[in-house]
């Protein structure tokens, strides 16, 4: 199955909403076939209403995968010090095989030393300075990748193969530098030999820049910055920005409505682009998706 839909006009859309049940499947089947029980524990501090959702959300895509689930949830009161020592607990725990701590945290406490704590081999987000480094050195049969960036990954091989094109020597820009985001994207363009520049808001001439992308990855966080002239006649296109914006009208309840969007003019995109991942439906649904692949492959090297 394709996960290249038409659009309507001339770029194709990439559908991380099917890509992400694929993903989900296969772990699930391996899981199933392999007799490995991947342990995921997701610390949520305080009542973020943003953040229940978001591990709700894990909490059900790690029970469909035959995981054992545990959701541990700590007061806003919670001190840095009771966090580190949960986190420590969870380390030294066997049928523990990923730790999430779900951003963000409260004020007060160092968000840096708390994703520190975590054991790297059991880091499924990624974020831990050891997984950081075996990425930036080229060891990514050994790193656990952040969610996002690997997500990312995904589709732009799939599309990549779908459109019959080679990563090797194709130009990519990244526009955005976060170490969430742009470097590690950068890390896996690298690794298949794609040659990869790094822009930011800061960066002379970003339009002219973009332009010169085969393959375009926008993590900036501006709600639709790229507009369809900074965008190369049939580049790939990878939309990796959520941004609320004014919809329009008032919802039932009287509150102003919003809507999602990327950091691409969308529309003007289409009329460019080769493919392109639509806000919302592209990235945002990979990034469980891959954490689920993560907790999966922790399991796996636990055991190696």
Same mark, same amino acid.
């Given at each position: %199955?394709?996960?290249?839909?038409?659009?309507?006009?001339?770029?194709?859309?990439?559908?991380?909403?099917?890509?992400?049940?694929?993903?989900?499947?296969?772990?699930?089947? #391996?899981?199933?076939?392999?007799?490995?029980?991947?342990?995921?524990?997701?610390?949520?501090?305080?009542?973020?209403?943003?953040?229940?959702?978001?591990?709700?959300?894990?909490?059900?895509?790690?029970?469909?995968?035959?995981?054992?689930?545990?959701?541990?949830?700590?007061?806003?009161?919670?001190?840095?010090?009771?966090?580190?020592? %949960?986190?420590?607990?969870?380390? @030294?725990?066997? =049928?523990?095989?990923?730790?999430?701590?779900?951003? !963000?945290? !409260?004020?007060?406490?160092?968000?840096?030393?708390?994703?520190?704590?975590?054991? !790297?081999?059991?880091?499924?987000?990624?974020?831990?300075? =050891?997984?950081?480094?075996?990425?930036?050195?080229?060891?990514?049969?050994? @790193?656990?990748?952040?969610?996002?960036?690997?997500? &990312?990954?995904?589709?732009?091989?799939?599309?990549?193969?779908?459109?019959?094109?080679?990563?090797?020597?194709?130009?990519?820009?990244?526009?955005?530098?976060?170490?969430?985001?742009?470097?590690?994207?950068?890390?896996?363009?690298?690794?298949?030999?794609?040659?990869?520049?790094? &822009?930011?808001?800061?960066?002379?001439?970003?339009?002219?820049?973009?332009?010169?992308?085969?393959?375009? =990855?926008?993590?900036?966080?501006?709600?639709?910055?790229?507009?369809?002239?900074?965008?190369? !006649?049939?580049?790939?296109?990878?939309? =990796?920005?959520?941004?609320?914006?004014?919809?329009?009208?008032?919802?039932?309840?009287?509150?102003?409505?919003?809507?999602?969007?990327?950091?691409?003019?969308?529309? #003007? &995109?289409?009329?460019?682009?080769?493919?392109?991942?639509?806000?919302?439906?592209?990235?945002?649904?990979?990034?469980?998706?891959?954490?689920?692949?993560?907790?999966?492959?922790?399991?796996?090297?636990?055991?190696?």
């Amino acid at each position: %199955m394709s996960i290249l839909k038409p659009s309507g006009k001339k770029a194709l859309l990439i559908d991380g909403k099917a890509a992400s049940v694929d993903v989900l499947e296969r772990v699930a089947q #391996e899981v199933a076939a392999s007799g490995i029980k991947p342990g995921l524990a997701v610390v949520l501090v305080g009542s973020d209403p943003a953040s229940q959702v978001y591990v709700k959300a894990k909490g059900k895509a790690a029970h469909s995968c035959g995981f054992h689930s545990v959701q541990i949830d700590l007061p806003a009161t919670t001190s840095e010090a009771e966090l580190i020592g %949960m986190v420590r607990m969870l380390n @030294a725990d066997p =049928v523990i095989h990923g730790i999430l701590v779900q951003l !963000p945290l !409260p004020s007060g406490i160092d968000s840096a030393k708390v994703l520190q704590t975590v054991a !790297p081999e059991k880091d499924v987000d990624g974020f831990h300075p =050891v997984n950081v480094g075996l990425l930036a050195t080229g060891a990514i049969d050994r @790193a656990l990748v952040p969610c996002t960036p690997a997500g &990312a990954m995904l589709l732009i091989e799939a599309a990549a193969k779908f459109l019959q094109r080679d990563l090797a020597g194709a130009e990519a820009v990244i526009v955005g530098r976060s170490n969430i985001v742009g470097k590690p994207m950068a890390q896996l363009l690298l690794a298949k030999n794609a040659t990869v520049t790094i &822009a930011h808001s800061r960066t002379r001439d970003l339009p002219a820049v973009a332009r010169r992308a085969d393959i375009l =990855v926008a993590a900036v966080g501006r709600p639709e910055m790229i507009k369809g002239d900074w965008i190369k !006649p049939d580049a790939l296109v990878i939309d =990796v920005g959520i941004n609320r914006v004014p919809g329009g009208g008032l919802t039932a309840s009287g509150q102003p409505k919003t809507r999602l969007v990327g950091d691409v003019a969308l529309n #003007e &995109a289409l009329d460019v682009a080769a493919a392109i991942t639509p806000v919302p439906g592209g990235v945002g649904p990979m990034t469980i998706a891959m954490l689920m692949a993560n907790t999966l492959r922790a399991a796996k090297l636990s055991r190696a």
